[in-house]
């Protein structure tokens, strides 16, 4: 934004936004949404307040379908109300982080083609580069004493400045020979291959006024040499690195496992920002320690952390380390039996605040920074998420999202009723009806309480009978959520005229720990039961679902689920599969062995009967059950759960004469991301549901 600051902007306009927007329709008859519908609204995200409480900037990502990829901004919005602002139009801009002062902003954006760490005026002026390393900035940070901007960047671990990692590239691209070398695990995660290089911490002098436009001094590297990764591949974030409200000492996670791949530990690490000493460890949890807060006194860290090492279900607990002691203490072991994450502190040190998954939502909890402490709820509706507090502590600003709500941004007193802030999809969503989740529970097959959700058809009509659509999650250790979704989204499909059902089973993450861990070395047991015992739940309940007309449908483990429904029942009268597991034992060229190694009790050679027992391939001919038509979907670039599974499956679904689809992303991995991509997912899953249920 130029010409005219943001804070002028506001005061000028009392009915009309500065940057894109739009008012609300009129009322009007409300329609079923649309894949179109969908696809066309804002992506709120990473919302941070200001430090005096009076703005919240945040992200918007709007998906443009002709370039085929999100288009994301950065904006502003009082915590007061009006219109929000936006402040950039790159389209490619995310990730803001206020200057203690709040007279500017730091942001990441790739609008030059590497991602770069920018600064942008608050009022006024053109967002410059601050950054131009050949490796680009991923993660930002702002010093709390405003004199120096942290970010990371991935190198090459030998390379002693950035001369060497651009040479080393610029060699990379010219040789004709493409080949993928590893001598080591982890060497691939997720979609991408690590190639030999790691995410370390830089820092760099921070802008002394909003009239300085380059830094006074170069990057320096925090973790020149080190062969890991800050913070850990994939698992990490932004909230895994934090300066000390001095400014003077950065805390951030790391593992340092020599084998990544078969351990969930990491650890914490404190480094001096000006540089002359090795980063000290200051946590020895086997678990993963993560998400460390400096308390504004500067006497603690609070940071969450896991106990359990390989298991990377073990919930989060509220840990606490004395600076001055060196001793590290667990506040939550026997008080608290949720995970909590995104850690915050209040002004006095006296509270800490934290998210936590609990029955499909996500409230607010606080608690005293003591063991044994109980934490209680001070934002209890909605699942929310980025919690930001001003440096005041008096308040709260957050996004919240919901089956019918996408994500918008909210803000709260502590133990107050919260206020939204924006209304970016108010325009679209202004003549569609979206229906509100039922949520029920139901007694498994063991006794054991379990909780779904169901999501009507929009213009329902009691008279009617409608098809039943089970979406079956993945993880196996998540949880459906009250929240919205863009990959799985059971509004869209509930829309096309199909009753959604969530059920909660056995592994899910949000109740407690003994319910999340009894997917272990279960994964077609309990889990599945819990299924098919909520389907029979659900058709005595509502008597307008049509028994005869039932689909399943997951993703990951959700696939794995599918896959398994396919060997195991044929009440159902159409699957679909999407990175489903089909072989376990060969499931072990997933990256993260922890994973496999956990669930099935050991590895395919020390258990073999475990990943035969759960394999659904196991039981592809038994009783004659194997032949429901099934939609088998995956993406080329997903290592988590390798495309081969899908591929398999499906030569065992066509071998023996069952109606079967298989479609492959050649440029996805584990989700389906790029817009015209997730079109062609969404057509193609409704389709087949037509084909064969309705």
């Keep these: 934004m130029s010409r005219m600051g943001w804070r002028r902007c506001v005061a000028i306009t009392a009915l009309a936004f500065c940057g894109a927007g739009g008012l609300q329709a009129q009322d009007a008859a409300k329609r079923a949404i649309t894949f179109d519908d969908m696809i066309k609204l804002h992506r709120v995200a990473s919302p941070q307040i200001s430090p005096d409480g009076k703005w919240v900037t945040y992200a918007v990502a709007t998906p443009d379908m002709d370039a085929n990829r999100n288009a994301s901004n950065i904006w502003v919005v009082s915590t007061d109300g009006g219109a929000p602002i936006q402040l ?33 005026p608050t009022d006024g002026g053109e967002a410059h580069a601050w950054t131009d390393l050949s490796t680009g900035a991923d993660l930002v940070k702002w010093s709390p004493d405003g004199k120096t901007i942290a970010f990371t960047s991935s190198v090459y671990p030998d390379c002693k400045d950035d001369a060497c990692n651009k040479s080393r590239e610029e060699a990379k691209a010219k040789n004709k020979v493409k080949a993928h070398v590893a001598e080591s695990l982890l060497y691939r995660h997720w979609n991408h291959w690590t190639e030999g290089k790691r995410s370390h911490l ?42 000390s409200p001095d400014g003077s000492e950065i805390c951030f996670t790391a593992v340092t496992e020599k084998i990544e791949a078969i351990s969930t530990n990491a650890d914490l690490f404190v480094v001096p920002v000006a540089g002359g000493a090795e980063p000290k460890r200051i946590t020895m949890n086997p678990g993963f320690d993560g998400n460390p807060v400096y308390s504004p006194d500067g006497k603690y860290i609070a940071y969450h952390a896991q106990v359990t090492n390989g298991y990377e279900a073990d919930r989060w607990r509220v840990w606490l380390y004395d600076r001055q002691a060196g001793k590290n203490e667990n506040l939550t072991e026997s008080s608290f039996d949720r995970s909590a994450a995104n850690l915050n502190w209040s002004a006095d040190s006296k509270t800490l605040y934290f998210l936590a998954e609990n029955e499909t939502l996500q409230p607010v909890y606080s608690m ?48 107050e009723a919260a206020k939204q802030l924006t209304h970016h999809n108010d325009s679209i969503l202004a003549g569609i009806e979206l229906p509100t989740p039922e949520s029920f529970w139901f007694d498994a097959a063991d006794g054991t309480r379990v909780q779904a959700m169901l999501l009507r058809p929009p213009n329902f009509d009691a008279a009617k009978k409608y098809p039943l659509l089970v979406i079956l999650h993945g993880g196996p250790q998540t949880q459906f959520s009250n929240a919205w979704s863009y990959r799985w989204n059971p509004q869209v499909f509930s829309a096309a005229g199909y009753v959604s059902l969530m059920i909660n089973r056995r592994g899910s993450t949000g109740y407690s720990q003994k319910f999340t861990d009894e997917i ?45 429904i396919a060997t195991h029942t044929g009440r159902f009268k159409a699957i679909i599969s999407h990175a489903g597991i089909w072989d376990k034992a060969a499931m072990y060229g997933t990256e993260e062995l922890w994973f496999e190694e956990h669930d099935m009790l050991g590895t395919p050679w020390t258990a073999p009967e475990n990943y035969k027992k759960w394999a659904p391939m196991t039981y592809a001919a038994e009783l004659g059950k194997y032949k429901t038509p099934t939609l088998v979907i995956c993406g080329e670039l997903d290592f988590r759960v390798p495309y081969t599974q899908s591929v398999e499956f499906f030569s065992a679904l066509q071998r023996q004469g069952v109606p079967s689809k298989l479609v492959i992303f050649p440029d996805e991995g584990h989700w389906v991301l790029k817009p015209q991509n997730s079109q062609f997912w969404y057509k193609t899953f409704l389709d087949w549901l037509v084909t064969y249920v309705k």
Excluded: C
């Design 88 to 120: 950039t139009q790159s389209g490619h801009d995310m990730s803001p982080v206020w200057s203690p002062n709040g007279k500017m902003l730091a942001f990441i954006s790739s609008r030059s083609g590497e991602s770069q760490v920018y600064v942008l």
């Design 520 to 564: 272990t070395n279960d994964w077609g047991g309990k889990a599945y039961t819990d299924v098919m015992k909520g389907v029979d739940v659900t058709l005595a309940k509502y008597k307008f679902i049509d028994g005869t007309k039932m689909a399943a449908a997951g993703g990951s483990y959700g696939g794995y689920m599918a896959n398994w």
């Design 368 to 415: 005293e920074p003591r063991a044994g402490a109980v934490p209680k709820k001070i934002v209890a509706d909605g699942f929310n998420m980025g919690l930001s507090i001003s440096k005041d502590g008096k308040t709260l600003a957050f996004g919240r999202t919901g089956l019918a709500l996408p994500g918008e941004i909210f803000a709260a007193q502590p133990g």
């Design 202 to 243: 830089f820092v760099v002098p921070a802008p002394s006024s909003a009239a300085q436009t380059e830094a006074s001094g170069a990057p320096r590297d925090m973790t020149a040499g080190a062969n890991y990764d800050v913070p850990p591949d994939v698992r990490g974030d932004e909230a895994d690195l934090n300066f």
